[in-house]
């Protein structure tokens, strides 16, 4: 199929997907599955649906292999988060195209991907070509909330359908330029979602008379404030050791904090998550009368840790952080926090492309500092999973900015480049 051709079903078939509203809640991605489902089977491409429940359906497509290689996944999610039309210059479901760009929600995060790799596998099977591996596209409901209607419940009930050896998802592909180097960075980490409460006690009292009483709420505060400013002890791991030999050398522990300021803001910004655990206070509950002094004051904090590391290493640095004091520091949950190896035949499929596209541009590996879907793959399956769709019209500062916001597009030569990406991903692994 032409290039030009390639370039216009991409931008087709993600018109109509933004046209579907599956913002989550309530999702409603069996609209998109359907869509899918009819494209792909015009092209040969057999299809399942599996839904928890009918309206939030999970797509799941194969192109047979020769069974003498290995499974190769394009893992997307079809459902978005909210938009606010008063926010936008244009309708967020329209799926409107000009300046060379697809507006609508979704755009970036992630129908661009939905969409391209939903023409690669159709481009592919209408070729004729016969992978060495079954490759799968898989197009979740409920990544963004997380409910347990997607990929988490695919791979506990279905695990058959999406076991794959090799996986690639979103969370990468963005090119920056760092001391003169172009670099396209890979995501093969994430953190993890690891969420506490912290609990300050004190004593009711009625609000007119603050002496009697003893306020949870204003004990809070100075907590709070120093949880604004922890700063935990940097840990390099394997991918940021890479990072940084990409970049002219690995730093000692010391010459962190000089190696940082160096880097360009948008650049420094993306690397400091990588180097330790975080935490953000981002929720606080204390009375519900505002005559009643509280005495419990309820802190809801986001924290994300390292790959490998644990909540009883961060918890003694938060602990250190806080001081003693009437609070309980209590954890939500422990989601993610996965990685892959970065020595693998998918690195250097995706290392091949980059060299074809842009000559003397470097392939790096990143932490993510949030989550994705790939952590379902590696724990159910040990597959390695890597997050990449190359972008390079667009920006990588003004997307990160558009992603979960206003006016939210994707450019067409990144739509093209991506579709071309997975369909060289597809042939160079499963030749």
């Not at 079903?9 to 489902?37: K, Q, W």
């Not at 920006?395 to 739509?415: F, P």
Request: glycine share 8%; aromatic share 6%; charged share 25%.
């Amino acid at each position: 199929m032409a290039q030009a051709s390639l370039r216009d079903e991409a931008v087709d078939v993600l018109r109509e997907l933004i046209r579907l509203d599956t913002v989550n809640p309530p999702g409603n991605e069996t609209r998109a599955a359907e869509l899918l489902r009819g494209f792909l089977e015009d092209a040969g491409v057999a299809c399942e649906l599996y839904a928890r429940v009918p309206e939030r359906a999970n797509l799941v497509a194969r192109l047979p292999g020769r069974e003498d290689g290995p499974t190769l996944m394009l893992l997307s999610h079809t459902d978005t988060v909210r938009a606010d039309p008063g926010e936008w210059s244009v309708d967020p479901w329209s799926g409107d195209l000009h300046d060379d760009h697809v507006w609508g929600r979704g755009a970036l995060d992630m129908k661009s991907q939905v969409a391209a790799s939903a023409v690669a596998l159709a481009t592919l099977a209408r070729e004729g070509f016969e992978p060495a591996g079954d490759v799968l596209f898989a197009a979740c409901a409920d990544e963004e909330v997380g409910e347990d209607f997607g990929l988490s419940w695919l791979c506990r009930e279905h695990p058959d359908a999406v076991r794959a050896d090799y996986c690639v998802n979103e969370g990468g592909g963005d090119r920056v330029a760092v001391d003169g180097k172009t670099i396209y960075l890979c995501s093969t980490a994430e953190k993890m979602s690891s969420p506490f409460l912290l609990r300050v006690h004190g004593r009711s009292g009625h609000a007119s008379m603050p002496g009697i009483a003893d306020n949870a709420l204003v004990k809070a505060a100075p907590l709070i404030e120093r949880l604004g400013r922890i700063r935990p002890t940097p840990r390099l791991l394997p991918e940021t050791k890479a990072f940084f030999t990409a970049l002219g050398g690995v730093p000692d522990p010391a010459e962190l904090p000089e190696r940082l300021a160096s880097l360009e803001p948008a650049v420094r910004a993306m690397v400091e998550p990588m180097l330790s655990f975080v935490v953000s206070p981002t929720i606080i509950e204390a009375s519900k009368q505002r005559n009643v002094i509280p005495a419990l004051c309820e802190v809801d904090c986001d924290c994300r840790l390292l790959p490998g590391q644990t909540q009883e290493e961060a918890e003694r640095e938060i602990r250190e952080c806080l001081g003693e004091g009437e609070y309980e520091l209590e954890w939500i949950e422990g989601v993610g926090g996965t990685s892959s190896p970065l020595d693998t035949p998918l690195w250097a499929a995706i290392e091949s492309f980059i060299e074809g596209e842009d000559p003397g541009a470097i392939l790096t590996p990143v932490v993510v500092p949030g989550f994705t879907d790939s952590h379902f793959m590696r724990e159910a399956f040990g597959t390695v999973s890597y997050g990449f769709f190359p972008m390079r019209a667009m920006d990588s500062e003004l997307a990160a900015r558009l992603i979960h916001s206003a006016d939210e597009r994707v450019a067409v030569e990144d739509l093209e480049l991506g579709t071309r990406f997975l369909c060289h991903l597809v042939r160079t692994l499963e030749a």
